[in-house]
């Protein structure tokens, strides 16, 4: 909820520059750094790719709900530090291996055939629908896939190089925005469709 919050937020102060959108995702930022690691972790990736999307004249008041947020977060500083400072999960939690992607996504798709038969056809027919109509690539295609995809990149090189923290469950936070990265191609659906 507070990923979709602080998305929800963002992309309405871009498209609208109300204040009020600006306050929801400071709070939401807030909310997320609040609530676990790698939610603080896509909170600071959401906020900072979406920067050089900012108009010149809205980037004052964007930085400062940056520092804000971040003001707000400074007095779990210490327990983050500490809790970093013990590694991962190592004790029983194994590194990524190579079967971990395939292992992950029969989990997201809850083991089962027929949602894996079905995911996959949307996929499939949304990338054909892109190549049919051309990609025209905006700043959603690489948004969607950056906050997909980061959290797992960095948690996957944090539990193989320093210690194990990457767990299934973790990226239920990005999820969302694979989801829209790889569907995006149905905008050329028709309404009916």
């Known amino acids: 909820f507070t990923v979709a919050l ?5 992309t309405r102060y871009l498209a609208f520059g109300r204040r009020g959108a600006l306050i929801v995702a400071g709070l939401a930022a807030v909310a997320c750094a609040y609530t676990h690691h790698f939610t603080l972790l896509l909170a600071a990736i959401m906020v900072i790719s979406t920067l050089g999307l900012v108009p010149r004249t809205w980037r004052r008041p964007y930085l400062l709900m940056g520092v804000a947020a971040a003001v707000a977060y400074l007095p779990n500083l210490p327990i983050f530090a500490k809790q970093l400072g013990h590694g991962g999960l190592g004790g029983w939690l194994s590194a990524p291996d190579a079967a971990w992607i395939p292992r992950y996504l029969a989990w997201i798709l809850h ?7 079905c995911v996959g056809s949307v996929v499939l027919l949304a990338v054909l629908m892109t190549l ?16 997909a995809l980061a959290p797992w990149v960095i948690g996957h090189a944090y539990s193989v190089w320093r210690e194990p923290v990457l767990q299934y469950s973790v990226l239920l936070f990005s999820f969302p925005f694979l989801l829209g990265w790889l569907f995006m191609g149905l905008r050329h659906a028709s309404r009916p469709f």
């Open 6 to 10: 602080l998305a929800d937020g963002l």
């Open 111 to 117: 083991f089962s055939l027929p949602l894996m038969v």
């Open 132 to 147: 049919r109509q051309g990609a025209r690539p905006g700043p959603a295609s690489w948004l969607f896939a950056l906050w």
